[in-house]
């Protein structure tokens, strides 16, 4: 038995599956796919084709690649804004005649035949636009009639200046240098290309006009409510797509210098098969210029070979059609199945070992119903205290899930108020020295109100760990906090895995996922100081102002990290094996601390905990609400020494009004108490506490 | 076994494996009524009731009692050596207990004793008794390797040892008319001679035809808890108790060898993950996460280990009606019902209450 234990704490440390679930949560994972279809896709073609590597044939691959690329980042940005353009073919044609009119007919400088090409695009993008995103017509009906129309434009005038285009030849070296032109190896219709996409890039996954776009295609009446000009957008996705159109034709017609009856014929086929194959969503919402090129990449290579392997071009279009219906088919199937794969394995239980407690005769944590006696407080007026605290008048704030702090006013506590709007769900609680109300909230990060009630943000970002699948940067849930003589703030992050909602699902997984970390204001620096701890809730600052005490629920044990003097860096466990779950540490008079018990440990759970495989069946096949859980509906509060030592214990055995307890504080021969999921506080008169003991004075030696 | 589920127990996925538990719907929507029912007596561990002269006979533990219910006073009758696993009684009045590991004691309507002594595989876990005449009990053995207070274990054991045999009180001889059943629990005279048992850890109700016969399909299946005793009632029909709920967790847990076998070696019964009579008790047991009280309140309908359900069946074990006490009721347990005077009494043994109901009441449906 023993050695199978070690076995399987040994896979699950280092195998547990936990990436597997990362790495399908992260948003590049649409990519991969493609990417690997590109890397077979190239390896089948070069051993097909002896010299595919050719310097002239990637020369002319990475041209071709601009102007295509170009109309595939246009198809791009529409597809994800939720539409689609089938005209970019005609457009693209009537884009290259504007160029070719401009440079040979006319002769005009480059500059105003580009403009002139510029203008075209933004035209026919423009009509599109206006069509769809402000008259909301179907975006596949219009584009597919303005196709028509385009083409039906370029058929009229391209017979008229046919002889016109061929007889001329523009006299600009700029306009040939764009055409041939190379810049260290590379074409410069390459690097062109290489700067708009990166430009485009930028736009869509770090500022604002893309974020609206992604947000509109992914769900329109969201956006719509979130206050985003909707219509102006779809509108801008189209003239941005006709823009990008015409650079392309511009390029192609610097390159081939003159056009035919069949230029851009079948093209929206191509860039369509492009942009799917690459990973961009027909759904809308979900790409990127990556996928677009690498979809790109894809078309061309297969395109360029199977020319070269002198297949004929019908047959071309077919495999080429075949393979959009394939790339549709799993792009539909991945979109709709990628969350519920992601639901299964995201959870990735591990080995966990608990030692067997062991009931001697005067076990100090025999049960008493010593909370029964216990006064409430803002009895169904406090939702989720997770934290108390009480200021130097002795009015009581607490936090509560609708995202406020609430004030309750002494000597009585019977009126409330709310003291700040926070948004989110303040946990932790602590008053700094000069009376700053400093709180950790669930998914947002530190936060500080002022006296006054001004709320301020102090943190919410750490270092980013190198080796983390996840971002693990962001603050996802700072649990506790506490300050130091000097004004540092230590904070808990109970779990980097998961969001506030989900916080009981890490007690599935027990492993150590959470962290403490530490923001210096006189820096305005977040560091991290220790990870892999088994969701480490409470934190307080020990009396000799360099070390603290956290708490890890999971593994049910305190332990004491040295922070500064000579043991800094140093942490050791202080109490192990607890008969419950520890949640909040604070300090009590006659300098003990107190420690809130979250639940109870039950053997069927601590049996659980060594059978990683059984709950990630259980997590997968059952329903959440029937998962094995601690028994958290019994309240207990634990006094220890700071040697570790258990002093007293208090139970709520029945649980009627405080299972769960979460946090405490003493406060002048009181004991208050909170629960994050209860909706009352409570207060018991502490018989042997010192009557005058405040935290504050004990903190700040003030008052 | 059709295509495909033969596909899926290829794939180590049979219609066994499968955790889904039947909703509480239609006929069994909850309610509360037995939560709101009128209070007879408090008894601790009361159960195994049978009614015989305008009186009514229980056990509590290894006593037992006869219950005036106008009066709801309890007096004791005679205590055992060990507890009482089941109680019959007769038309004439005589009384039949079954005392674990020791028999089928037979008190006459005078009061006078007699222990007809079983095999020891069957008296560890008589579940069920009924006189089919003056002469004859038929009795159900719950299992043949677990006493009835060890009843968790067997269930863990996913055991099938149980029968069905018919005591001929004269000569004491017994006959099995039924055997590899997974805990019957319960007994009824059906119409016709016919005899109905309810296979608790297969959530059914069996017939019973004739001796030696294997039992045929099942006349009520997929209940959505573990059925206890059957009594009958007065219109024909028949009462079913059902004594604790199933869960989602305890179907995986049955299925999780690994699991299941280590905590049956490691952990005390009352911890076990899986059904119970009542809540409460030992500090250990576990809980699920729907359970957990929140906002001071604890759900109704929360994956609670103990439930109350009896539930109301017409002549061909068709339910029409159903009382229940949900996770934030107390009257859970509830493994015997009897049929009296217009008024059904339901022992809930995880609260230690005498019931009474009204069958004419709201409940049916």
Redesign the interface.
């Known amino acids: 038995m023993n050695n199978s234990n070690a076995l399987t704490r040994l896979r699950y440390k280092y195998f547990s599956g936990r990436l597997v679930g990362e790495i399908l949560s992260k948003s590049w994972i649409d990519s991969a796919i493609p990417v690997l279809a590109l890397l077979v896709t190239v390896a089948l073609m070069a051993s097909a084709i002896p010299d595919l590597f050719s310097i002239g044939y990637m020369t002319d691959l990475s041209r071709q690649l601009a102007e295509f690329g170009l109309v595939a980042l246009a198809l791009t940005i529409v597809i994800m804004s939720g539409g689609i353009d089938l005209s970019v073919g005609s457009m693209f044609a009537l884009c290259v005649l504007a160029a070719l009119v401009g440079m040979n007919v006319l002769g005009l400088p480059i500059g105003v035949a580009l403009a002139m090409t510029l203008a075209t695009g933004l035209v026919c993008g423009l009509l599109n636009g206006v069509l769809i995103g402000y008259l909301r017509l179907r975006a596949f009906i219009t584009t597919l009639v303005t196709l028509v129309i385009y083409r039906a434009i370029y058929d009229i005038i391209f017979p008229r200046l046919a002889s016109a285009i061929v007889g001329n030849t523009p006299e600009s070296p700029l306009w040939d240098f764009l055409g041939f032109g190379e810049f260290y190896g590379f074409p410069l219709s390459f690097i062109i290309f290489a700067i708009i996409a990166i430009a485009i890039h930028i736009t869509l996954s770090r500022l604002r006009p893309g974020w609206r776009l992604r947000a509109v295609g992914g769900a329109r009446k969201s956006a719509y409510n979130a206050g985003i000009n909707v219509k102006a957008t779809v509108c801008m996705a189209y003239v941005t797509s006709g823009l990008l159109t015409s650079i392309a034709a511009f390029l192609f017609s610097a390159r081939l210098g003159s056009t035919g009856a069949d230029t851009g014929i079948g093209m929206e086929i191509s860039v369509l098969t492009a942009v799917v194959l690459g990973g961009i969503s027909l759904g809308g919402g979900r790409g990127s210029v990556g996928s677009a090129i690498i979809g790109a990449i894809l078309v061309l290579i297969l395109t360029n070979g199977l020319i070269r392997l002198s297949t004929p071009g019908s047959v071309n279009q077919l495999l080429l059609g075949l393979i959009l219906i394939i790339a549709v088919l799993f792009d539909a199937q991945w979109v709709k199945n990628r969350g519920k794969i992601l639901s299964k394995v995201y959870v990735s239980p591990t080995y966990l070992e608990l030692p067997e407690r062991v009931r001697p005769k005067s076990d100090p944590f025999a049960l008493n119903e010593r909370l029964r006696e216990v006064e409430l407080i803002g009895l169904g007026d406090v939702e989720g205290p997770e934290d108390v605290v009480l200021d130097r008048n002795d009015n009581l704030y607490t936090g509560t899930r609708h995202g406020t702090i609430v004030r309750f006013l002494a000597p009585d506590y019977a009126k409330s108020e709310i003291f700040a709007r926070i948004g989110g769900h303040p946990l932790g609680l602590a008053f700094a020295e000069n009376g700053d109300l400093l709180t950790c909230v669930g998914g947002m990060g530190v936060y500080k109100v002022s006296p006054d009630g001004t709320v301020a943000r102090v943190t919410d970002e750490t270092n980013r760990s190198w080796l983390s699948v996840i971002d693990d940067s962001r603050l996802r849930l700072p649990d506790d906090l506490d300050i130091a003589p000097d004004g540092r703030i230590f904070f808990s992050e109970a779990t980097i895995r998961y969001e506030m909602a989900d916080w009981v699902v890490d007690a599935l997984e027990g492993r150590g996922n959470g962290r403490l970390i530490c923001h210096d204001p006189s820096t305005g620096k977040t560091r991290t100081l220790l990870r892999g701890l088994i969701f480490p809730n409470g934190i307080t600052i020990c009396r000799d102002g360099q070390s603290l005490l956290f708490a890890e629920t999971w593994a049910c044990r305190i332990s004491r990290y040295w922070f500064d003097g000579p043991n800094k860096g140093k942490h050791g466990v202080v109490v192990s094996n607890l008969p419950g779950y520890p949640d909040n540490i604070n300090r009590g008079s006659n300098g003990t601390y107190w420690i809130a018990l979250l639940g109870l440990r039950t053997r069927t759970f601590d049996l659980a905990m060594r059978k990683p495989a059984f709950r990630r069946r259980m997590a997968r096949r059952i329903a959440a609400d029937e998962w094995l859980f601690p028994n958290v509906n019994r309240g207990c509060v634990v006094q220890i020494s700071e040697s570790g030592e258990i002093l007293d214990v208090l139970w709520d055995l029945a649980g009627e009004n405080h299972p769960s307890i979460t946090s405490t504080c003493e406060n002048k021969g009181y004991l208050y108490l909170g629960g994050v999921s209860n909706n009352r506080i409570g207060r018991i008169r502490l018989p042997d506490a010192d009557p005058d003991w405040t935290a504050r004075g004990d903190y700040w030696r003030k008052d | 076994m059709g295509l495909l589920s033969r596909i899926a127990t290829f794939f180590g996925r049979s219609d066994d494996d499968a955790?889904s538990v039947p909703p509480m719907d239609g006929v069994f929507k909850p309610n509360t009524l037995l939560d709101s029912a009128e209070i007879v007596l408090q008894l601790a561990g009361i159960d195994n009731l049978a009614a015989a002269d305008a009186m009514i006979y229980c056990s509590s533990g290894t006593v037992l009692h006869r219950i005036d219910p106008r009066r709801g006073s309890a007096a004791v009758v005679k205590s055992f050596d060990a507890p009482i696993t089941a109680i019959a009684t007769s038309p004439s009045g005589q009384i039949a207990i079954a005392i674990e590991k020791l028999g089928i004691e037979l008190l006459s309507p005078q009061g006078a004793g007699r222990l007809i002594n079983l095999a020891t595989t069957y008296a560890a876990c008589v579940t069920a008794i009924v006189f089919r005449d003056e002469d004859t009990i038929v009795f159900t053995v719950g299992s043949q390797q677990h006493a009835m207070s060890d009843w968790k274990r067997d269930l863990m054991s996913r055991g099938a040892t149980g029968l069905v045999a018919s005591l001929t009180l004269s000569t004491g001889k017994t006959e099995i008319l039924s055997d590899k059943l997974a805990f019957p629990y319960g007994l009824a005279n059906g119409p016709g001679g016919t005899i109905a048992v309810s296979e608790s850890w297969r959530h059914r109700i069996l017939p019973l035809r004739s001796p030696g016969q294997q039992p045929a399909t099942a006349l009520l299946a997929d209940l959505p808890a573990y059925p206890a005793r059957l009594a009958s009632a007065s219109d024909g029909g028949h009462w079913l108790a059902l004594f604790a709920p199933r869960?989602?967790?305890t179907e995986?847990v049955l299925v999780?060898d690994?699991?299941r076998l280590?905590?049956m070696a490691?952990?005390p019964p009352e911890?076990?993950?899986g059904p119970d009579f009542g809540t409460g008790g030992s500090?250990?047991?576990?809980?699920?996460?729907?359970?957990?009280?929140?906002?001071?309140i604890?759900k109704p309908w929360?994956?609670s280990r103990s439930y109350g359900m009896v539930v109301r069946l017409d002549r061909d074990m068709t339910p029409i009606a159903s009382y229940h006490s949900r996770a934030d009721g107390r009257m859970h347990g509830i493994a015997s019902v009897v049929e009296l005077d217009g008024a059904l009494y339901a022992a809930s043994t995880g609260a230690g209450t005498l019931l009474r109901l009204d069958p004419a009441s709201e409940a049916l449906s």
Do not use: C, H, K, N
Not at chain 2, 283 to 296: A, K
């Open positions: 955790l869960r989602q967790l995986l999780e690994d699991y280590e905590m490691t952990i911890d076990w993950i500090e250990e047991q576990p809980l699920q996460s729907g359970s957990v009280r929140q906002m001071g604890m929360a994956p």
